[in-house]
């Protein structure tokens, strides 16, 4: 599998986790929210930013 491919398919999967975790803070309570919710959001954030960044690779390749 050439490398332009790998990152396709590794962008696909943050994509779906990004959405994942979009799904979990929508879903949660407020005592979750509270708990979790910082952090998941600064998880979701993170996992965008890196499908971008690698978007951007391959669509450079």
Do not use: C, F, K, Q
Not at 1 to 14: F, G
Not at 43 to 48: A, F, I, N, P, S
């Amino acid at each position: 599998m050439s490398t332009a491919a790998e990152l396709a398919a590794v962008s696909s999967t943050l994509d779906e986790l990004t959405r994942r975790v979009g799904r979990i803070l929508a879903e949660m309570n407020g005592a979750e929210d509270d708990r979790y919710g910082t952090d998941l959001r600064e998880v979701e954030r993170t996992l965008g930013v890196a499908n971008r960044r690698l978007e951007r690779l391959v669509a450079g390749a």
